[in-house]
């Protein structure tokens, strides 16, 4: 959830860190700091609450000068957003600064023992136990006075502390005495490591890099890197040193700069036709009438003899899955089941032989869906990824995967991953199709249609200035239903989690049927809605539903095609969304939600980027 950066060179590091925080942001924004270690062995910690403006604020006043340092931005786990409780986190006599991201599940007994050797802790963190720990380590070397401790000592220490750990980790690490190194480790949270002539970088994700390096290694478990301005070495816990292989940094800068939007939302928002183009690219064959995928590891034959498709993620991942069933299930006629990863990962249920098992997620770090990967292929199940972060945990642990090729999500609420989501789901139902039933002159057609869906999203994000007048009319309300049927009931629970993400309005999505079960005692004149009730086979149906609303006074806003000309009869609010085939009208459907959410939040006063209590990825259960 955390986020993290380093770096160490020849440059004043605050410069790097600052810029690098203000990148990672979205990955927690309760509290932030930066500590930096000069030549002269001076530790400065500079450290506030709340964002990191805040921060900024004060490193205008008070910069510290050091060339190697490594800085915070917390999503608070243990202990609430105080200045005292912000990373990065020092020993009792400030020997080593640590910044962590994850979770250390032992760490009351660790602090336990520590507090009986007499030391006091500063915080309410689970991390400044590694910070203690590693100081009191320091005291059991056999150093000379007026000596450095060795690479080798050093790195000894880390592993040793480390190995006391359970739970989570990504670490950054200073030692007072060595300002001329940093030491990170992981194990189930992300770090990078920007490569360059004369520095070495850290971060939790690839964005703070750009523009600073064309290179990068990414971390894997258990392993741990000592970085220097000129050289880079990493080792294993089990194997010792091992050579690390450097990739192209592919994100450009424009993909993490706002350019001329307010918000990362409403750009991420507008750059759904490019996102989908990105999605689909080189993966629909009209030859064959099939898609294509590079990465899944496994051969026709064996894909042939899947019998059943588990599905599990979290949240709006959980929602696109959810579409994914009812894809995969018409077009090829697979069963499918749909888990959420947070309950998978605890249940044993009984999973078939020959089932195939997809953790969808974008940022390839969710804790809960990796988690749910690791017990499915204990289980002897093979694993596939769909997920957006090259180099990410879910995509190095999967037997193989899909990239959506997204580009960088930097908004909390996700929207262009959402939706490229959904494209691969539409790639796999018509390639497990083409594989069992679907003839040829059936793929083509499914073809056609992808082919035309960045289009029909570009006429759809017209909507912005209808889906606006919707939220001037009810930004005040508190509550809000979303009601959908067939494959448009997912975009429903998708519709009213946006809202509920980023303008804190309790929203609840249901089958449109399932009103007159329970739910329809909640309508009144005070509770809009929300129908995705393009024309389809549940048109007359989702019609019935709606008319069961405005026969109780409930306001309805209703999104339909545009070719619909009954519905303005019925509908106090109408927005119209351009005809495209069923499967896919949940892609085009999502575009005009996402804006009511989005004005919604703004007519409110809400950060649209930054919702309160949440983060971005979240690595943590």
Known sequence: MCGIVGYVGNLRAADFLLEGLRRLEYRGYDSAGIAAVD???????????????????????????????????RWATHGPATQANAHPHAGPNDEVVVVHNGVIENYAALKSRLQQKGYVFRSDTDTEVIAYMLEDGLKQLSIAPNQAPTDE?????????????????????????????????RLGS????????????????????????????????????????????????????????????????????????????????????????????????????TAVFGGLNLSPQELRGVDRILLTACGTSWHAAMVGEYMIEEMARIPVEV??????????????????VFGITQSGETADTLAALREMKRKGHPTL?????????????????????????VGVASTKAFTS??????????????????????????????????????????????AQRVAEKYQAVNNFLYLGRYFNFPVALEGALKLKEISYIHAEGYPAAELKHGPIALVDENTPSVFIMPQGVVYDKVMSNLQEIKARGGPVIAIASEDDHEIEKYADDVIRIPTVEEFLQP???AIPLQFIAYHIALLRGCDVDKPRNLAKSVTVE
């Open 153 to 185: 000592a050093l790195v000894g220490l880390v592993q040793k502390v480390l190995a006391k750990l359970q739970g989570t980790y990504g670490v950054g690490i200073l030692f007072r005495s060595r300002p001329d190194l940093i030491i990170a480790a």
């Open 587 to 589: 892609v085009v459907a």
């Open 39 to 73: 030549r002269h062995e001076d530790i400065h910690i500079v450290k506030t609450a709340g964002r990191i403006a805040a921060l900024a604020d004060q490193l205008a006043i008070d910069m510290p000068i050091g060339t190697t340092g490594i800085g915070h931005t």
């Open 421 to 466: 989501q959904l494209a691969v789901m539409a790639m796999l139902g018509l390639y497990f199709g083409r594989l069992n039933h679907l003839s040829f002159d059936q793929g083509y057609r499914i073809i056609r249609a992808l082919q035309a869906l960045p289009d029909a999203v570009r006429q759809a994000l017209s909507t912005q200035e209808q």
């Open 385 to 409: 990824a769909i997920c957006n972060v090259v180099g990410s945990s879910i995509a190095q642990e999967s037997d193989g995967g899909i990239y959506l090729h997204a580009g960088p999500e």
């Open 339 to 356: 888990e959420y990863a947070s309950e998978l990962r605890y249940r044993n249920p009984p999973v078939p032989r020959r089932t195939l």
């Open 190 to 289: 992300p770090l990078v490591i920007g490569v360059s002539e004369d520095a070495h970088f850290l971060a939790s994700d690839a964005s703070p890099l750009v523009g600073y390096t064309e290179k990068i290694v990414y971390l894997t478990d258990h392993q741990l890197a000592l970085l220097k301005a000129d050289s880079l070495q990493i080792a294993h816990r089990d194997l010792g040193e091992v050579t690390h292989n450097v990739e192209k940094l592919e994100i450009a800068s424009g993909d993490v700069e706002l350019g001329d939007f307010e918000h990362y939302m409403l750009k991420e928002i507008f750059e759904q036709p490019q996102s989908l183009e990105n999605a689909m690219r080189g993966r629909l064959s009209l030859d064959n009438a």
